[in-house]
């Protein structure tokens, strides 16, 4: 079967035009389409404060994403409370760390940042073991990471500043309409599921962005056709040309 029209569960690229999916529009005659299967629903600071958790009390702040940072200065707001200088923060990677100058004047302030990986991020805290650290995060963060920080004895507490739900897509999307469905959470699997409680994959590709993801995919009853990261394609941008390469070759020798 030719690939034709892909649905993406993210948002629309701000420019789509400086990106690998536009490359592909043009190779492979592809029409892409943009939606976000999942929201964020704020946690508020009552929440937190019943949780204990008061931000004074903790010296440096865990974040691996921008929706984390996003979320601990609107707590921080809604809190009254006023983010010292000294306040360090340990961030996933270099793009999540300057995004924090939305917020603060980076120069001044601690920031520090692993390449990508909790356990590089880890590295890092080790050499600050007498922080209190607060870990950021939604509702599904990883189990893992809370592993990670506890066998490297760490003095953290994880604070839940953000739900992740699936969103409402019964008046936006029309999923017959499409050949490929391309996931990044496995919240994206239980958005689908939600909305679109019949659906039958029969022909159309899925395709999955990480083990959790590509994991929610096959216990949900789909088969998965891709997956990213791999050696051959290190991105999911990578994984879909892979694939419409391949499945157009099927195409022609018909």
């Known amino acids: 079967m030719k690939i034709k029209h892909i649905l993406v569960s993210q948002p629309k690229p701000a420019d789509i035009s ?13 029409d892409f389409t943009f939606e976000k299967f999942i929201k964020l629903d704020d946690v508020t600071a ?24 996003d979320h601990f200065f609107r707590v921080a707001k809604e809190m009254r409370y006023a983010v010292p200088e000294t ?7 270099e793009s999540t760390a300057y ?16 390449n990508q990986t909790m356990n590089d991020l880890i590295d890092i805290m080790k050499k600050h073991k007498d922080e209190r650290y607060l ?6 963060s990883s189990d893992t990471t809370i592993e990670q920080l506890t066998a490297a004895k760490l003095n953290f507490t994880k604070a839940v500043m953000f739900r992740t739900v699936p ?7 029309d999923i017959k309409k499409y050949d490929m ?31 959790t993801t590509c994991q ?9 056709n891709f997956r990213a990261p791999t050696q051959t394609a290190p991105s999911m941008t990578m994984a879909i040309e892979e694939y419409v390469a391949a499945e157009n070759k099927k195409s022609r020798k018909k």
């Not at 995004?99 to 692993?114: A, E, I």
């Not at 994206?188 to 159309?204: H, M, R, T, Y």
């Open 167 to 173: 969103a409402d897509l019964k008046e936006t999307v």
């Open 216 to 224: 929610a995919i096959i216990d949900a009853g789909f088969e998965l």
């Open 135 to 140: 870990y950021c995060c939604s509702d599904i």
């Open 99 to 114: 995004y924090l100058q939305r917020y603060v004047q980076y120069r001044k302030r601690k920031v520090f940042y692993g």
């Open 46 to 69: 009552s929440e937190l404060r019943q949780e204990h958790i008061k931000l004074p009390e903790y010296t440096a702040i865990i974040l691996t994403s921008r929706n984390a940072i």
């Open 18 to 30: 400086k990106t690998p999916f536009a490359d592909m529009m043009k190779k492979y005659g592809i």
């Open 181 to 211: 469905l391309v996931f990044f959470s496995p919240m994206g699997i239980q958005s689908l599921k939600q909305n679109v409680p019949d659906f039958e994959q029969n022909e159309v590709a899925i395709g999955g962005f990480g083990e």
């Open 87 to 93: 306040l360090k923060y340990f961030c996933i990677n």
